[in-house]
């Protein structure tokens, strides 16, 4: 079914996650005949004639399930080494090519990686195969074939909302995906936020610009990509009141339901008295021009990519309206 691509992942379900061990863990339980937790299926109705089958809760599961089926790990390892060999002959024979955005175009970048990656290669084993780049996966055998696959069973749920419109779909979705636990693997704040976003598709570039991938945040138990939508809440709250020592005050063990909440505002869901609205920053609707200028101050600025909290480093609340001033 992942295959034919009659399953399908949301846009907002998170990367894999699992290490090599789970899933060599998961493929045992299988075989042992033991209990492995039923995955959660999604019925989304498009239009009269289409649907979509969207795997809520179980990714991590199925994902390990195809990788087992095709013998491969999409190991960060394999992925960084192959990676920095190519980039190495490259430049002993062709010189640096700035053009060339590195190996994306040759490797799958295994470090941000969902099987759909895999499904878009082809919809069977051999071909899918036949198109993996040397090197780019880690090569493992788990010992399962197609009679392994006939004759495992995995149980499941499927929910189908008693409604056709759309965003009434992707609101039951939404709340469906974050209150589910994921077996194992707790959500980040971020990755279960992130399906909030869809609650309006035409505003996700707004919550999670490509520019905003470049930024990272390191700590001392690794390095975890920024999370826009923080500065656009206190931003937000900033261009209400302009008083930046209120931003955020009382919501310090709560900041996850002050992030929620400018998110709903945003969307429509929920108006806020807390935060300026959206239509006000951006009467047109047009975000994009100011965040180009936005991403282009930052440049400019030679700010780092890379830091160790939730503001750019040495930006203050007292700095706000300098920072501010680049989106207005």
Do not use: H
Request: proline share 4%; glycine share 4%; no cysteine.
């Amino acid at each position: 079914m992942i295959l034919k691509r009659n399953i399908t992942l949301p846009d907002y379900q998170r990367y894999f996650v699992w290490n090599e061990n789970k899933v060599r863990t998961l493929i045992q339980t299988f075989k042992k005949k033991q209990f492995v937790p039923p995955i959660t299926i999604g019925a989304f109705k498009i239009d009269d004639d289409n649907n979509q089958n969207l795997i809520l809760d179980g990714q991590q599961r199925l994902t390990s399930i195809l990788l087992a089926y095709l013998g491969l790990y999409p190991d960060p390892t394999t992925f960084k080494t192959t990676s920095e060999r190519l980039k190495m002959a490259d430049e002993n024979d062709n010189g640096i090519n700035d053009d060339d955005d590195d190996d994306d175009n040759i490797l799958d970048n295994i470090l941000e990686w969902d099987f759909k990656v895999l499904t878009d290669k082809g919809r069977k084993k051999r071909e899918i195969l036949d198109k993996i780049i040397a090197g780019n996966y880690k090569e493992i055998d788990f010992s399962i074939d197609d009679e392994f696959l006939n004759n495992t069973f995995l149980g499941f749920s499927y929910l189908v909302p008693q409604t056709e419109d759309e965003q009434e779909q992707q609101k039951y979705y939404s709340s469906v995906f974050r209150n589910i636990n994921i077996q194992g693997e707790t959500l980040l704040p971020q990755e279960s936020r992130a399906s909030l976003y869809f609650l309006n598709k035409g505003l996700v570039q707004f919550f999670d610009p490509e520019f905003s991938k470049q930024l990272s945040i390191k700590s001392f138990s690794g390095e975890t990509k920024a999370d826009f939508v923080r500065f656009l809440a206190l931003l937000s709250q900033y261009a209400k009141d302009g008083n930046s020592n209120r931003v955020a005050r009382g919501y310090k063990p709560k900041m996850e339901k002050y992030y929620e909440e400018y998110i709903y505002s945003v969307v429509g869901e929920n108006t806020s008295l807390l935060f300026q609205d959206f239509s006000i920053i951006f009467p047109d609707g047009d975000f994009k021009t100011r965040f180009d200028r936005l991403e282009q101050t930052i440049n400019t600025l030679e700010i780092p990519k890379q830091y160790t909290s939730v503001g750019f480093p040495k930006l203050r609340l007292r700095n706000f309206t300098k920072f501010y001033s680049t989106l207005t």
